[in-house]
């Protein structure tokens, strides 16, 4: 049976982060990820300044400015017409006063390549955790399956589950949660984009389209909104009716209403809410969508995990060095990790309620409003609270940086 100190589930951005950082200590560890590459669409692809801050930290950030990226500074609504900036990031605290849309198989070919020099660091493609290892009551590895169908298991001081909002291994050792309702799912698709068109973010809310629209330099990236479940019967309806019904608040699309052609080049997101009671028990670690799924509103649910990756390793790495790992150590992880997650899930659900479930209905029509909406216009006169939600999003609760031991210059 194979062996290694720490074993990270998953080579989604929290686990080779994770991997990366606990290499850089000097700890062995072993990142499993099944599919054969990260070539995957519609993942998220913001990276907010945290985590361009934690680039810098690692002496990472010149190679990620080589990486094809698109600066996002502003956020619109069209209204009436005219596309009007709602929230800027341009006063933003720090260096990075923006946030980098950046294709996440990018993302995550760099970390890998920094991890790939660290001689402690190894990384298993094609490798699926199928079921956990337990040994006197602790978790002690995992049981895995290859592509290929070669079985094996790999025996560990801790592992970490990074596989995401349906983890195998969250599942597996049966660890408690809260989940709440959300009024959506959505839809992802791609949509040609002219330099006449506007820039940054674009918010749609009309009487009958809800989506956002991310600027992503030849495309647009966007997520519109459709009911809780309601992905195959709208599915019956004709594709093209998606963009035309965009069209009617964002004008300059009315030109490629036929783009989205099959229904093929739109994928479902299932909008799930939840979090873990308890993120450990002997032997594992959740962090991420494994410990907590979030919602994709406000785009942060990859920079939270990114956040938790870095606290794991400032936290834990000492005694898994020492070899004196204990869930009393697992625990200071999720006491440090809660109230941001807590904040920023409490943040989606009024976000729920007060704009995406009235848009969902039809209740909420921006585009076409009369007058400037009241909150815009409270925006408008009171400039500092234009800089909140921005940072909120941006920067978030409780950052994390780098620890020492993994630093570079």
Known sequence: MERTTCLVVGGGPAGMVLGLLLARA??????????????????GDTV??????????????????????????QIQLPIRGSVQTVFTLEHLPGTHKYIAMVPQWDLLDLLAGAADREPSFRLRMNTEATAVIREDGRVAGVAYRTRDGETGAIRADLT??????????????????????????????????????PVGLIGLLSAHRAAVMFDRGDYWQVATLIAKGGDAAARRGPVTEIVRSMADSAPWLRDREDAVRDWDEVKLLDVKLDRLTKWYTDGLLCIGDAAHAMSPAGGVGINLAIQDAVATARILAPPLTSGTLTTRDLARVQRRRTLPT?????????LHAAVFRPALSGRIDIAN?????????ILRRIPVLRTVPPFLIARGILPEHAPAFARRA
């Open 26 to 43: 000097g700890i062995d560890v072993t990142v499993l990820e099944k599919h054969k590459d990260f070539l995957r669409d519609f993942r």
């Open 48 to 73: 907010h300044p945290t985590t361009l801050d934690l680039l810098d930290e690692l002496g990472l950030g010149a190679e990620f400015a080589k990486l094809p990226a698109r600066k996002l500074q």
């Open 160 to 197: 970490v589950a990074c596989d995401g909002r349906d983890s195998v291994l969250r599942a597996e050792v049966g660890l408690g949660s809260r989940s709440w309702p959300t009024p959506m799912d959505v839809w992802w698709f791609r949509l040609p984009r002219t330099d006449i068109d």
């Open 342 to 350: 807590v904040v920023t899930q409490g943040l989606q659900r009024i």
């Open 369 to 377: 409003a009369a007058t400037t909406p009241l909150p815009l216009r």
